[in-house]
């Protein structure tokens, strides 16, 4: 939690509290010592070893997660799929029109049957050229014909067979034209290079595209692959393998546990940053391509220590200690069951309270570990400025460790509507006993 956000926190609930304890006082005729007793909330201080986290944003892609581009500028004659159709590995996703590449390849295919003609005919030149040089040698060893008319001869036959050389070699090129046509022709059906699911359409029929032109975005969200940031302090502790909490509003559990997959090795020149990734299953598709999430990677954990909740840490105005308010007298006064809600338990009566100096062993995301205090104790964890640093009494609702951990979870905004929420499910019936 941020200072700033910490803040917000505290003047926002003890706002609550104010109210709260502006409905918890004496009845009409009591006296006004009664109604000054402010009203805090107080979670139970555990132990254990505190978990050391690294928050980070990510963004989900999905497996084999690609964009689909026309290779060919064209018009679009016919899309085949929508958002959301599941497509498999060479399914026509769009047409486009043909018309003039068919045209091209029938042109390449008659220019190739030209070439082949045409080398038929250099090569039955040739074997005609050739006949005529074995009579005119045969002739020549008799003496019966001239060496120059043997000569003529002879060069005729060397050109005719460069013409069958040039003639073979534009069969050759003609045939590749050929299957360049026909590969562009092809390439007027769009197909999917993998199977997944189709999203991001950007086509329509009529719309003219390019290669520059996105169509769609083609992906597998079975399995996704979250993405994030670390810097080159973190590759100092954080490895493939460590234990990774995905954290989104949508999730049916708010989290998902996975492990981190991979760090790429090569640090980004200016940032000195690199990117890890998170391979994760996602069989009820709450994770969606191009979400932005929280990730929470631990990567160790602190010696044991008594545990109590960053909130519950208050630095006393009057000594400028930190310390926490710890209930003097727990175990006639504060049930054993406190309120996950923190609505449906009502306030104690008064219960004594001393601020105790701690020293902050290690600090979590939302924990710390402490010395100075044992665990089981009660401690305030919202209401501390209440005391102005003294010690005194308080009405206290005690409260569990997840309602803690939702506040500290919780922007301004949604600080402000749980306060609204909370008055208007609870009326005015949240005093304690005696009202």
């Given amino acids: 939690m941020t200072p700033k956000k910490y803040v917000y926190l505290q003047i926002l609930l003890l706002l609550t509290a104010f109210l709260q304890f502006g409905c918890s006082g004496g009845s009409e005729n009591g006296n006004d010592r009664e109604r000054l007793i402010p009203a805090v909330e107080a979670v139970r201080a555990q132990y254990g070893s505190l978990p050391l986290t690294e928050r980070l944003s990510g963004v989900v892609e999905a497996k084999n997660q690609v964009e689909i581009y026309p290779e060919i500028n064209a018009m679009i004659q016919t899309v085949h799929v929508q958002n959301g159709d599941e497509v498999a590995a060479g399914q026509p996703l769009i047409s486009l029109r043909d018309r003039e590449f068919r045209e091209r390849y029938k042109q390449a295919q008659a220019a190739y049957q030209i070439a082949l003609a045409q080398a038929r005919q250099a090569e039955a030149k040739l074997n005609e050229i050739n006949s005529e040089l074995s009579r005119t040698r045969a002739l020549a060893e008799r003496e019966l014909t001239s060496e120059a008319e043997l000569e003529a001869v002879e060069t005729r036959a060397l050109s005719a067979e460069a013409d069958v050389e040039l003639a073979r070699a534009r069969v050759d090129q003609a045939a590749a034209t050929v299957a360049e046509r026909e590969e562009t022709l092809e390439r ?118 008594t545990l109590v909740p960053l909130s519950a840490l208050y630095e006393n105005p009057l000594s400028g200690a930190t310390g926490v308010y710890v209930a003097r007298d727990t175990m006639n006064k504060i049930p054993d069951n406190p309120s996950q809600s923190g609505e449906s338990i009502r306030l104690t009566e008064p219960v004594p309270f001393e601020f105790v100096p701690v020293e902050v062993i290690a600090k979590g995301r939302m924990t710390a570990g402490i010395s100075g205090i044992g665990p089981d104790r009660w401690v305030v964890s919202i209401g501390q400025d209440l005391f102005g640093g003294e010690n005194g009494l308080a009405r206290v609702r005690p409260v569990d460790w997840a309602r803690v951990e939702r506040l500290q979870n919780l922007q301004r905004e949604d600080l402000l509507q749980e306060i609204i929420q909370q008055r208007q499910a609870s009326g005015t019936d949240t005093a304690g006993p005696g009202i």
């Fill in 188 to 305: 007027t059906v769009i197909r999917a290079p993998v199977e997944g699911t189709v999203g991001g359409r950007n086509a329509e029929v009529g719309m003219m595209v390019g290669p520059s032109t996105r169509l769609f975005t083609l992906g597998q969200l079975d399995t996704v692959r979250v993405e994030v940031i670390l810097t080159d302090r973190m590759l100092n502790y954080i490895e493939p393998g460590q234990r990774a909490e995905i954290r989104a509003s949508n999730l049916p559990t708010g989290v998902i546990t996975a492990s981190l997959s991979r760090i790429s090795p090569f640090l980004h020149p200016v940032t000195h940053s690199t990117e890890a990734e998170i391979d994760m299953a996602n069989p009820d598709r709450m994770l969606n391509s191009g979400m932005f999430i929280t990730v929470d990677i631990f990567y160790g954990e602190s010696e044991k220590a």
